[in-house]
C-alpha cells in the first residue's frame, strides 16, 4: 500500500517539537498561575508636605460714619467697610446690636467688595436691637471695600452704639474667624 519509509528521524522531531511547545506556551503558562510576579522596577514617588493652615486675621472693619447725629424720624445710611490686604474673603456673617428705644434697623444689603454675593440669611430685629446677615461668594476678594449697607432710622431722642461684636469674616484657606477688630458707629438722636 504505502510505501514503508524509516521513521527513525520523526521520533527526535516530534520529542523536540513537544519540549519547544511545553517551554513557549506551558512553561510561561505555569508562571502566571504559581508564582506572579511584578516586575522589579524601582519607582521613586515625590514626597509632597502639607503645611498646617496658618491664621491670619487680617480683616478691619469700620462703619462710615463713625458717629453720627439725627433727628427723631430721619434716615440715614451707614457703611461697614472692610480691609483684607492678605486674606480673600469668601464671606460673612455681620452681627448688628443697638439700643431698639433709640434707632431701627431698615435694611440691609450687600456692598460692593463681595462679587456676585450670595444672601445666605438675613434677619432684622427691632424688638431685641439685632441684626443677623450672612453672605458669601464663590469669587473672593482681597483688598478694601464696602461690605454692607445699612440703612437706620433714628427712632427716640437718646445715644446708641451700633455694635459690630459677633460680626464673622471667613477667607480662602483660613480655618477661622480672619477678623483683627471692629469699629461700630456711635449713634446720638436729637
Same mark, same amino acid.
Request: glycine residues 6%; without cysteine; charged residues 15%.
Given at each position: ?12 522531531? /516530534? !520529542? %523536540? ?9 506551558? !512553561? ?9 510576579? /511584578? ?6 514617588? %515625590? ?12 480683616? $478691619?472693619?469700620?462703619?462710615?460714619? %463713625? ?28 452681627? /448688628? ?5 433709640? =434707632? ?6 450687600? #456692598? ?10 438675613? +434677619?432684622?430685629?427691632? +424688638? ?6 450672612? =453672605? #458669601? ?7 478694601? #471695600? ?5 440703612? =437706620? ?7 446708641? +452704639?451700633? !455694635? ?14 480672619? $477678623?483683627? !477688630?471692629?469699629? #461700630?458707629?456711635? =449713634?446720638? $438722636? +436729637?
Amino acid at each position: 500500500m504505502y510505501p514503508t519509509a524509516n521513521h527513525n528521524w520523526t521520533t527526535p522531531i /516530534l !520529542s %523536540a517539537v513537544a519540549i519547544l511547545l511545553a517551554t513557549v506556551v506551558v !512553561s510561561p503558562l505555569q508562571k502566571i498561575t504559581t508564582s506572579p510576579t /511584578l516586575p522589579q522596577r524601582q519607582t521613586t514617588i %515625590a514626597a509632597t508636605t502639607i503645611a498646617p493652615l496658618q491664621s491670619q486675621k487680617d480683616a $478691619v472693619l469700620t462703619t462710615t460714619p %463713625a458717629t453720627l447725629t439725627l433727628s427723631v424720624s430721619q434716615e440715614k445710611t451707614i457703611l461697614l467697610n472692610i480691609a483684607s490686604p492678605k486674606n480673600k474673603v469668601t464671606g460673612s456673617e455681620i452681627h /448688628l446690636k443697638f439700643n431698639p428705644e433709640v =434707632i431701627s434697623i431698615k435694611e440691609i444689603s450687600a #456692598g460692593d467688595f463681595l462679587a456676585n454675593p450670595l444672601r445666605l440669611a438675613k +434677619q432684622i430685629d427691632n +424688638q431685641k436691637g439685632e441684626v443677623v446677615y450672612t =453672605i #458669601g461668594t464663590l469669587k473672593p476678594s482681597a483688598g478694601s #471695600g464696602i461690605l454692607a449697607n445699612v440703612i =437706620i432710622n433714628a427712632k427716640g431722642t437718646g445715644a446708641t +452704639q451700633l !455694635s459690630l461684636d459677633g460680626t464673622i469674616v471667613t477667607a480662602e484657606n483660613q480655618n477661622e474667624n480672619t $477678623v483683627k !477688630s471692629l469699629q #461700630g458707629a456711635t =449713634i446720638t $438722636v +436729637q
